[in-house]
């Protein structure tokens, strides 16, 4: 029997080191690998034969062995004000998201890291999926490769997403590998050259995980906090009851000696009567004590069965002014992209949901998948 060919590589989830093996297993010089992660990730170019600058006879190999392949996008929608999202799908009936914000200058690009989550937050449409599979590297860089080539640059040629955040679908720090790799690909200079500053890892806590990424590569830092005591954010974060409040505020401080912001954002999602009212604020204060964070207060997005509502809006304004006068700085998230489900905890991607996205979607795109 013939040896079964092995699977092409996908380039979209190599960081310098693992292009730079690939080349020397492959007799090809160091600066090759360099070359290949501009045209991939840079210029957005998928098929070898573009590559002109490559020896024919390594762009033969590449066609033979490598791929440049993002998940076929299953739905393409555009919200009112301006917000994308794509549902990528990503095999055996699972579906994933990731959302573009536009702002006034770059925008931000929200993306997924997991086909649902394990974590389970009572107030999280992914985590009532359940946890399906960890997305790879190359499916997680994919997300931005592709938002680049369909948003294509602003008119003064430079890239419209400036700034990305690991707060679509999943756990980020639960998938360590593939996000570290994929960390490593979006901040380097021969790809997408983002500052340390403009990638934020968001996590529901994962303690062990935080003092790992501070040293292999720390990025900014969003702690879904979510709850000021113990009791409570047990009930509301699961994962709580793992790594405890004492910890995580530990863990926190840690990350702040190798950060590349100086504070900690601590989101915080605003349900009504369960975590909205003064005494919480106040027992925030006690437990942030003299650690530099800032505040990010998220209104409840609700969904179908979820059985929380969301605070009311004076609720909320008078919360954040309750930190704000112990100098916290606060801010309370705008609803973005409500009218195409895309607004935080309402990513629910996956495939059971996709007669019911069908009905819902006013702009489906159909688009192909990008093979090199
Ligand atoms: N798993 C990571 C990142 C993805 S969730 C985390 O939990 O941090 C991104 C943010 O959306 C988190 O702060 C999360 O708590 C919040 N979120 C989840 N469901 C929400 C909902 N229904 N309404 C508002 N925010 C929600
Ligand atoms: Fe998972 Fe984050 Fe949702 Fe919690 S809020 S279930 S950690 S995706």
């Known amino acids: 029997m013939l040896p079964a060919t092995p699977a092409p590589v996908n380039l979209l989830g190599l960081d310098a080191q693992g292009l730079a093996a690939l080349c020397a297993d492959w007799g090809e010089k160091p600066f090759r690998a360099r070359q290949l992660m501009r045209w991939v990730h840079q210029r957005g170019v998928a098929d070898f034969a573009e590559m002109t600058d490559l020896a024919k006879a390594f762009r033969a190999r590449l066609a033979e062995r490598a791929t440049v392949r993002a998940p076929a996008v299953l739905a393409d929608h555009v919200s009112a004000d301006g917000t994308r999202k794509w549902l990528l799908d990503v095999g055996q009936g699972n579906a994933v998201e ?107 806590g994962v303690v062990p995980m935080i003092d790992r990424l501070r040293n292999d590569c720390p990025v900014a830092l969003a702690v879904s906090l979510h709850a000021p005591d113990d009791a409570l954010r047990n009930e509301l974060v699961p994962l709580n009851r793992k790594y405890p409040l004492a910890e995580l505020m530990a863990a926190c401080r840690g990350y702040l000696e190798r950060a590349p912001r100086d504070f900690i954002t601590f989101e915080y999602v605003m349900l009504d009567g369960v975590n909205d009212t003064d005494a919480h604020a106040r027992a925030l204060l006690a437990l942030v004590d003299d650690l530099p964070c800032k505040f990010n207060l998220i209104p409840f997005n609700p969904f179908p069965g979820s059985g929380l509502r ?51 979607s006013r702009r489906v795109v159909p688009l192909m998948e990008v093979r090199g």
């Open 98 to 204: 990731s959302v573009f914000i536009p702002e006034a200058n770059r925008g931000t690009l929200c993306i997924s890291t997991q086909a649902g989550c394990a974590v389970n937050c009572l107030f999280c449409s992914t985590g009532k999926q359940g946890f399906s599979r960890n997305l790879d590297a190359a499916e997680i860089v994919a997300q931005l490769w592709w938002a680049n080539r369909a948003l294509g640059a602003s008119p003064d040629g430079e890239r419209i997403i400036g700034n990305v955040v690991f707060m679509g679908m999943g756990e980020p720090l639960q998938n360590y590998s593939a996000t570290l790799t994929a960390l490593r690909i979006l901040l380097d200079d021969d790809a997408y050259g983002l500052s340390r500053r403009r990638v934020t890892v968001s996590t529901s």
């Open 310 to 360: 969301r605070s009311p809006g004076d609720r909320i304004r008078r919360f954040a002014q309750i930190l704000i006068d112990a100098g916290i700085v606060t801010t309370i998230r705008r609803t973005r992209g409500d009218d195409i489900d895309a607004a935080c905890g309402q990513l629910a991607g996956e495939v059971q949901d996709r007669t019911r996205l069908k009905e819902r």
